[in-house]
């Protein structure tokens, strides 16, 4: 299966996006899903991540209360959704298949999206 990030852009602190994650070559039905993030200079973290039935989401401490994860199963796609965003989200964006729930990925990072966020 390969994913691909897209969405991402330049918003000021405060504002909003929506990044999205489409999957080919294959179903993410019955898969649990997650987003990561990358910024520069920084090790690669977990920020959200979601379950194959979309019962049971997951968040990192940091965008708690302002990011939400969501999917559509019927179009192989997951999606983020970022409020509020603050200078320090600022990174690349990546969502990956997990591994182990809630936060665990090994997979092919692909290019992920740029998400900036001016202060």
């Known amino acids: 299966v390969q994913l691909q990030a897209s969405g991402g852009g330049l918003v000021q602190a405060g504002g909003s996006l929506t990044l999205s994650c489409a999957a080919s070559g294959g179903t993410i039905r019955y898969r649990n899903m997650g987003w990561f993030r990358q910024a520069p200079g920084k090790e690669r973290e977990f920020v959200a991540s979601i379950t194959w039935s979309g019962d049971s989401t997951y968040f990192a401490d940091s965008v708690k209360g302002r990011f939400t994860v969501s999917r559509d199963n019927t179009k192989n796609a997951v999606y983020l959704g970022m409020d509020k965003l603050k200078p320090e989200d600022t990174a690349v964006y990546y969502c990956?298949?997990?591994?182990?729930?809630?936060?665990?990925?090994?997979?092919?990072w692909g290019q992920g999206t740029q998400v900036t966020v001016s202060s």
């Open positions: 990956l298949i997990l591994d182990t729930w809630p936060d665990r990925a090994s997979g092919y």
